[in-house]
């Protein structure tokens, strides 16, 4: 048992030896390992944590600022739909306004014809009676 022992460790360091040696980017040799279930994870993981965290609080900050911009458009939304109702209201009120200043026009149109009508049937009645 000692001899397979000797011979599972010597076919080890032969297939260990016969492996390339992978260095990062310190130019320091990195451990090989491997796995049947095919699991990995970068030695640098720690880097990637911070860069992803930093990269998040950018996101929010954005979404921060958007959120605002959204409010204030809300705001200016509501504000405008208010004015659009006054305005509303205002041209309403001025389309009476119109309306009954037309017909006062109109009646003293009216007025005028009918005071004509009746001062020329003054007249022609004046005339009227005179030849008789």
Known sequence: MASQGSANSAS??????????????HDEVAPLRTRSCG???????????????????????????????????????????????QLEEE?????IENTETLIAIKSAKMDKKFMVALVLSWVFFA??????
């Open 12 to 25: 080890r360091s032969r297939s260990m030896g016969s492996m390339p040696m992978v260095k990062c980017y």
């Open 39 to 85: 699991f990995f994870k970068w030695a640098d993981l720690t880097d990637n944590i911070n860069e992803l965290q930093l990269l998040l609080f950018e996101k929010d900050v954005e979404i921060s600022s958007l959120e605002y911009e959204k409010e204030e458009l809300e705001r200016n939304v509501k504000m405008l739909k208010e004015r659009e109702a």
């Open 91 to 95: 041209v309403a009120e001025l389309a």
């Open 127 to 132: 005339i009227a009676n005179l030849m008789n």
